[in-house]
Structure formats: structure tokens, C-alpha cells
């Protein structure tokens, strides 16, 4: 398995046979179509993806072989910004798209990942701030990618 490289994603449903392991990145490392990553149990693999796509937690990537290997969204330090209605949120939304922050959106609340600056705006902006560790899934655009919760 060390000479396959993950080429592709697959469909979680297909991935039942030839199971290799397990991959943790951050969304910076899920970004990158080439690099060499470690599994969770040691085993060094090689990812070469087309450009452009963005590997996300839950899905797998398969080989050439047939290999695939499950990827796991790795837990970064993010901001959660709750508040008290939707049109408040969409502001805060708003002002952070307006800085082309990345966002990973949930009911009544905004993710991204942790910047004191930024922390200090959504504040002023009369939001609730909690900084914490969790796994990141920003949106991808309207132009790129798939997504799915």
C-alpha cells in the first residue's frame, strides 16, 4: 500500500473492502491536492487529487488499487458566534464574507477559524464569541466544490 497514491474521491458506501486506514487533516491540509500525509496508525500515503478539490470529513479517498482510506476532519481552534436573531447573524455573516473568512455555518450560529482580530469585530458587532476546538467544514463558495452535512 505504501506505493499507492489516493487519486480520487469515492462515495462513502463503496469504500467497504480494502479498507487501509484512517487520514486526520485540518481544512488547510484537506484544501491541498498533492502531499503526503500520515495515517492515524503511522503508514505514510501520497494524495494527488485534481486541483480544486477539497477533501471533507466523512469521506474517502481511493487508489488506483482499489485502497481506500477514510478522512477524518482533524479538530482546529475555531470561534462559534451565536446571536440573538437571524438577521444579526446574517450581518455578522455579512462582515466576515466581506473579509473572505471562511465560514462553516449551523442553526443560529457562524465557525471559523480563530483570529483575535476577527474574534474582537463579531464582539463588536454584538455577538456571542466562544473560542474552542472542533472539527472545521467552512462552506465551499459558490463556485467550488460539493458539500454536504
Known amino acids: 500500500m505504501s506505493d499507492d497514491q489516493f487519486i480520487q474521491l469515492a462515495r462513502p458506501e463503496t469504500s467497504a473492502e480494502g479498507y487501509a486506514g484512517t487520514?486526520?487533516?485540518t481544512f488547510a491540509q484537506r484544501e491541498k491536492a498533492r502531499q503526503r500525509?500520515?495515517?492515524t496508525d503511522g503508514t505514510q500515503?501520497?494524495?494527488n487529487l485534481q486541483r480544486g478539490q477539497i477533501m471533507r470529513g466523512g469521506e474517502d479517498l481511493?487508489?488506483?488499487s482499489g485502497c481506500f482510506v477514510h478522512v477524518a476532519a482533524a479538530t482546529e481552534t475555531v470561534t462559534t458566534a451565536t446571536c440573538a436573531d437571524a438577521l444579526h447573524l446574517a450581518r455578522i455573516a455579512y462582515h466576515l464574507g466581506n473579509r473572505h473568512?471562511?465560514?462553516?455555518?449551523?442553526?443560529?450560529?457562524?465557525?471559523y477559524l480563530q483570529d483575535r482580530v476577527l474574534d474582537e469585530m463579531v464582539r463588536g458587532l454584538g455577538a456571542v464569541v466562544e473560542v474552542h476546538t472542533a472539527p472545521f467544514e467552512p462552506e465551499a463558495g459558490a463556485y467550488g466544490g460539493h458539500h454536504h452535512h
Open 45 to 47: 500515503i501520497a494524495i
Open 101 to 111: 473568512v471562511s465560514l462553516q455555518l449551523g442553526p443560529g450560529w457562524v465557525r
Open 62 to 64: 481511493v487508489s488506483a
Open 23 to 25: 487520514v486526520r487533516l
Open 37 to 39: 500525509v500520515q495515517l
